[in-house]
């Protein structure tokens, strides 16, 4: 299946015109019957940690973010309210390919289901605020997640040493994550049009700082839980995950200029245009 937006252009901070990125669904598959290593990503359990942690989040997280969207849409413009379906058509198909991924985690014989049980709980709360607060905290984890598929894309030896297809899946999510990466921003844009600029700021900010806490903490426990099933536990667990993390190759780290660009006036997540990142990564997962 195939789909894209209408290409929008915008003003950026300096003036100079900035077109949006055709957003397109590519329905990949990715390593069915493959049996994957349970250190996937060069026999290195803190850094396979790390994103099998991060991969348990997706599917129930994902179906969230469809959720929050459409609950806010009414007020999108036609061509807006195309990049939703298209954001909504990717997400589908990133659920679908982390499920099999998970499965993938639990034919490798870990335990998740209590890990994807915590997913579940934080999402039910979440899904009690208002639907403009599930938008707030969709694009804010929206935010998360484009910002980390920048540094998946501009860093090649990330995935260097993973098998080819769990490589292969993570960059094509990357590159669809930055594709789509103001699709929620843009519709909390229009949703709150009548909002003073001060409330809005506000609660985007408030609702980051409560979804920064959730989302490292919870991620950073699954991480945990998953090195514990690994044998690796106490100190040696806390140290080496926390090295992966924040020091080499420090992916955290890399993302905090990022993260923190998103409290500025005036901020919109294609102010960084990279585009020119995605398009190889794209042609390829089309291909």
């Given at each position: 299946m195939t789909g894209s937006t209408i290409v929008r252009n915008r003003t950026d901070p300096a003036g100079k015109a900035r077109p949006d990125p055709e957003i397109k669904v590519r329905n990949r598959r990715f390593g069915r019957g493959e049996v994957r290593r349970r250190w996937w990503l060069g026999d290195d359990p803190f850094a396979s940690a790390f994103f099998n942690s991060l991969s348990i989040s997706f599917p129930h997280g994902e179906a969230y973010f469809i959720e929050s969207v459409r609950a806010c849409r009414d007020s999108a413009c036609p061509q807006l309210a195309e990049s939703i379906r298209s954001f909504c058509a990717q997400e589908v198909n990133h659920s679908r390919e982390h499920v099999a991924?998970?499965?993938?985690?639990?034919?490798?014989?870990?335990?998740?289901?209590?890990?994807?049980?915590?997913?579940?709980?934080?999402?039910?709360?979440?899904?009690?605020?208002?639907?403009?607060?599930?938008?707030?905290?969709?694009?804010?984890?929206?935010?998360?997640?484009?910002?980390?598929?920048?540094?998946?894309?501009?860093?090649?030896?990330?995935?260097?040493?993973?098998?080819?297809?769990?490589?292969?899946?993570?960059?094509?999510?990357?590159?669809?994550?930055?594709?789509?990466?103001?699709?929620?921003?843009?519709?909390?844009?229009a949703a709150t049009a009548d909002w003073p600029r001060r409330k809005r700021w506000t609660v985007k900010t408030l609702m980051m700082m409560l979804v920064a806490r959730n989302f490292l903490r919870l991620r950073y426990m699954g991480a945990i839980d998953l090195l514990r099933q690994d044998g690796i536990t106490g100190w040696r667990a806390h140290l080496g995950l926390l090295r992966y993390a924040l020091l080499s190759p420090g992916i955290v780290t890399r993302i905090v200029p990022h993260w923190l660009a998103y409290f500025l006036p005036g901020f919109h997540p294609w102010n960084r245009d990279d585009r020119a990142l995605i398009a190889n990564t794209a042609e390829a997962a089309e291909s």
């Open positions: 991924f998970n499965r993938g985690m639990v034919e490798a014989g870990y335990e998740i289901a209590h890990l994807e049980a915590a997913v579940i709980a934080i999402l039910d709360m979440a899904r009690q605020r208002p639907a403009i607060a599930n938008l707030a905290a969709t694009m804010a984890l929206e935010h998360f997640t484009a910002i980390i598929a920048h540094v998946l894309l501009i860093d090649d030896d990330l995935l260097a040493r993973a098998d080819p297809q769990t490589a292969a899946i993570w960059r094509w999510h990357a590159a669809e994550e930055i594709e789509h990466k103001a699709v929620a921003y843009d519709t909390w844009l």
